[in-house]
């Protein structure tokens, strides 16, 4: 019999074995986990929805979160020392970092610095409210160095939204990947944030997906969040490509 419902899915089945490469899981040295205790509690969270491996990217920004690779290693190694002696808590991590595209980046750049996510892939963000004067200048450093980018987020960029996309097209042809964050899909940022975040998938312009976790409500939220069959198919081969790029 034919239904005007389409079924609903569970996020959540869609993430077992997933490899989340985007969250700031590391203790104390950005707005995620606060201390060892927290990130503990967030990777059993992890666990439940069947994500065991994890690729830390917490913030490189400036005067805000000035991380440095000695910093990163410093919380992964405090946060690794805890985990080893946890026997029902099986998670593998790795550590990048997410970095704002603002002034100091460059020097980061040319010193060859950058943490990434594999090989040559490093994730950056911008100001949600505008982009930095020199982002030419900065994308085409990376590329340069041999690096490339990948977006954090494209979605949550308001000043992209418009013409139809063409921002985001122009992007793309300057080399950019981009990274979605899976609580856009559920509305965690609002509507306009989610309706950009399924025209990005269904025009294929997402490389891969995110989780962004900052706290245990994030997880909580896609535990038990839901969506449509039709939408579920445009994102499984997002899924699919960030679990074969990114596998360890």
Do not use: W
Not at 2 to 25: A, C, E, M, P, R
Not at 87 to 102: F, G, Q, R, S, V
Not at 205 to 222: S, V, Y
Request: one cysteine or more; charged letters at 25%; proline letters at 3%.
């Amino acid at each position: 019999m034919f239904s005007f419902f389409q079924k609903k899915i569970f996020l959540k089945d869609y993430l077992d074995g997933f490899i989340d490469i985007h969250n700031h899981v590391l203790p104390g040295i950005d707005d995620g986990a606060s201390d060892v205790d927290t990130s503990i509690s967030l990777l059993y969270d992890y666990q439940k929805l069947g994500i065991r491996k994890i690729i830390a990217t917490p913030h490189v920004m400036n005067d805000y979160y000035a991380n440095t690779p000695k910093s990163i290693r410093r919380a992964y190694d405090l946060l690794m020392t805890k985990l080893n002696t946890l026997d029902d808590l099986n998670i593998e991590i790795k550590t990048a970092a997410e970095y704002m595209m603002d002034q100091d980046f460059m020097a980061l750049i040319e010193k060859k610095e950058l943490l990434c996510l594999k090989e040559d892939m490093v994730l950056v963000e911008m100001s949600y409210f505008q982009p930095p004067i020199n982002l030419n200048e900065i994308l085409f450093q990376l590329q340069t160095q041999q690096y490339k980018p990948i977006l954090a987020h494209p979605e949550r960029y308001a000043f992209l939204h418009s013409n139809s996309l063409r921002n985001y097209k122009e992007l793309k042809d300057r080399g950019c990947l981009f990274q979605l964050n899976a609580l856009s899909l559920v509305g965690h940022y609002g509507k306009n944030m989610k309706d950009i975040a399924y025209r990005l998938l269904e025009e294929k312009m997402i490389d891969f997906i995110g989780t962004d976790t900052h706290q245990a409500r994030h997880l909580e939220k896609l535990s038990t969040a839901s969506i449509s069959s039709k939408k579920a198919e445009i994102l499984r081969p997002i899924i699919d490509n960030t679990k074969k790029t990114f596998v360890f």
